[in-house]
């Protein structure tokens, strides 16, 4: 796992479908019916490599939902070409992507790292490991549960967020979609993130990474850093 797989996507031409995000990238294909939506999911598992990739299609009956991993940092610098193909394969069904409909949903549980407890919450969920401090469903309906190392000092011993990232054009409306139904600005970190509250105290990050991220090659997150990193705040 490295940066270079979503750096390159990222800065590819001839993407304009898809949304890098912390699960990794997607495209969403509206469609008219679960018939045509079938029929395209069809279509795009033929696409040559699509299968050997791990890619993942989520049929509904009015979308399909195509990821090319199940995280960012399987992203490699051959799934630019493979997007690129899926494409051309929508767009030969007649099927045009809607990028406001791409969102990642993540259950970020927080303890002391002598509480960590992944095992527990794939067992409960009945999620398969990804990486050592998380789980997916298996099903490819949810997204990743994520344990996050608590600082010592803070005076919680557990706590629990959700986080939500969307295509950088779409998170601010998402924003402010969230304080118009009443949640509070906990942390304004714009135009990246930001950490609201519901009225009961229980927090979201709202962020667009790293398909929103403004970096140069120095300030790049570390590997295997996320969103979650830099807007997490537990309890």
């Not at 509206?30 to 049929?59: H, K, N, Q, W, Y």
Request: glycine letters at 12%; aromatic letters at 6%; hydrophobic letters at 45%.
């Amino acid at each position: 796992m490295s940066e270079q797989g979503w750096r390159h996507f990222l800065g590819a031409t001839g993407l304009d479908d898809w949304v890098v995000l912390h699960g990794g990238a997607t495209a969403v294909f509206p469609t008219g019916s679960l018939v045509e939506a079938v029929r395209l999911a069809g279509a795009i598992a033929g696409v040559a490599g699509f299968e050997d990739a791990g890619g993942i299609l989520t049929i509904a009956r009015d979308r399909l939902t195509v990821r090319l991993t199940r995280d960012l940092w399987a992203l490699e610098v051959g799934h630019v070409d493979l997007a690129r193909a899926v494409s051309a394969v929508a767009a030969a069904q007649g099927a045009r992507a809607d990028r406001s409909q791409v969102q990642e949903v993540q259950l970020a549980i927080a303890a002391r790292p002598d509480d960590l407890d992944i095992a527990f919450w794939r067992a409960a969920l009945g999620y398969d490991p990804m990486d050592d401090d998380n789980g997916i469903d298996p099903l490819g309906h949810g997204s990743t549960v994520w344990m996050q190392g608590l600082d010592e000092a803070k005076p919680l011993r557990h706590a629990m967020h959700i986080d939500v990232s969307v295509a950088r054009e779409h998170a601010r409306g998402r924003f402010e979609a969230a304080v118009a139904a009443g949640g509070t600005v906990v942390h304004d970190a714009a135009p990246g993130h930001w950490i609201l509250a519901d009225r009961a105290g229980n927090k979201v990050c709202l962020c667009a990474w790293p398909d929103g991220a403004n970096f140069s090659e120095d300030d790049a997150p570390a590997e295997g850093a996320t969103a979650r990193d830099a807007t997490a705040e537990p309890g």
